[in-house]
């Protein structure tokens, strides 16, 4: 398929499903190293969900204890970074999708239970629609979930933002984003300084997959941003924290001519923009909203 896309789309961006990324790794690798396994397992989730490239080469830098996978890393792995590593997809347009794992998890009930020569047609049904129950139910609580924070705020404070993105998007799209503006205000912010940021300390390595919420990520993705961006387009340097804990701090930089620069995968996967924008618009005058901030679907 690489060489398909390669050939019959030049110019794109391939992503692989992470589903069959990580299970590859789990066929060629645990075998090979039995015991230390589920360590490189979690080193792996920590470099695939850095989202600099500074943080996943210091990340991909923890695999040198591990010579038994070095075949396989270095001749397949680190080859196709870019159609793995967030670092290299997290500015792809994918609207946050990023695996097949709905359609493998139906594979995988059907190769278990076909492991018996003996199921009927009637069973697998049964296996099959009882799996799809467990989705659905999972789909509702996280609905139910989203909707109990969006109905202790009634009264948007964007009513011009909230009637534009309802006249000129789509019902979906539109209501993510008033659940963005609403969510803002769960939020606190304070100003920052270019000092601040370099001073910043990486304190150990993250053990979870949602590198969004680990200090250590969040701050070496504020780091490498600024190690980016010309000093002299930096108007202002916020940090924003919920307002039941301060513990983590996310940097966004106000530049020049009303732009704004932060890590923020809804911004850069989705082409949304996330609930850091509406925290500031509703504080700073260096920030303006416009429909040309949320990508084309």
């Known amino acids: 398929m690489e060489w ?3 050939l019959e789309y030049p110019g794109m961006q391939h992503l692989f499903c992470i589903w069959h990324v990580k299970e590859n790794i789990k066929k060629m690798l645990h075998s090979k190293l039995e015991d230390s396994f589920d360590e490189f397992y979690s080193k792996f989730w920590q470099c695939r969900n850095a989202d600099t490239l500074h943080g996943f080469e210091y990340y991909w830098g923890q695999f040198i204890s591990f010579p038994n996978a070095r075949l396989y890393l270095e001749c397949y792995l680190y080859k196709c970074r870019f159609s793995w590593a967030c670092a290299f ?20 009930c059907i190769k278990r239970v076909l492991e018996s020569s003996n199921t009927s047609l009637y069973e697998l ?22 909707g109990t924070l969006s109905s202790t705020i009634v009264v948007t404070i964007f009513p011009a933002i909230e009637s534009l993105v309802k006249c000129y998007l789509r ?7 008033i659940e963005q503006m609403k969510k803002s205000l769960y939020y606190m912010a304070s ?28 701050n070496l993705s504020a780091k490498c941003l600024l190690d980016r961006l010309e ?18 701090n996310h940097f966004v930089f106000l530049l020049s001519n009303s732009l704004y620069s932060y890590m923020c995968p809804l911004q850069q996967k989705k082409g949304l923009v996330c609930w850091h924008f509406y925290y500031l618009l509703n504080i700073t005058e260096k920030l303006q909203f416009s429909l040309c901030l949320i990508a084309k679907r």
Request: charged residues 30%; glycine residues 4%.
């Open 171 to 177: 019902l979906n799209v539109s209501h993510f984003l």
């Open 89 to 108: 997809t997290v500015t792809a347009f994918t609207l946050g999708i990023q695996s097949t794992s709905f359609v493998e998890s139906q594979n995988a």
């Open 125 to 146: 049904g049964k296996v099959l629609m009882e799996r799809n129950n467990e989705e659905q139910k999972r789909k509702q609580f996280e609905e139910w979930k989203h």
């Open 231 to 248: 000093r002299n387009t930096i108007e202002e340097i916020w940090k924003l924290s919920r307002v039941t804990s301060s513990k983590i």
């Open 4 to 6: 398909a896309v390669v």
């Open 191 to 218: 100003h920052s300084t270019v000092e601040e940021v370099e001073s910043l300390i990486i304190c150990e390595l993250s053990q979870s997959k949602d590198m969004d919420g680990e200090l250590d990520a969040v």
